[in-house]
């Protein structure tokens, strides 16, 4: 399964605290992306290796690390990086 794929690439890639992976691939159905096989997905991951740096270089980590899904398993992926800190300061 493709989320279960995504799911251990950022957990080998991160070692993050938190990882969550919503598959919102069956509210496409019928899209263009959906029919050339690729899903949906939205990632809300939080780890160490995000302090300090940019949205677009946290973006391009995560691309990386999934490599060759973006190309076909994944049409679209929404992402939520955060660093630890950054996710303390959202819960005060």
């Not at 398993?73 to 630890?84: K, M, R, T, V, Y």
């Amino acid at each position: 399964m493709t989320s279960e794929l995504i799911k251990k690439l950022l957990n080998e890639a991160f070692n993050p605290e938190l990882l969550e992976i919503i598959d919102n691939s069956a509210a496409h159905a019928g899209h263009a992306g959906a029919r050339s096989g690729g899903g949906h997905y939205h990632v809300t991951i939080i780890a160490d290796i995000f302090e300090g740096r940019s949205l677009v270089q946290r973006h391009q980590l995560i691309y990386n690390a999934l490599g060759d899904m973006m190309k076909q398993q994944i049409h679209a992926l929404g992402i939520n990086a955060l660093s630890p800190s950054e996710e303390t300061k959202g819960r005060l």
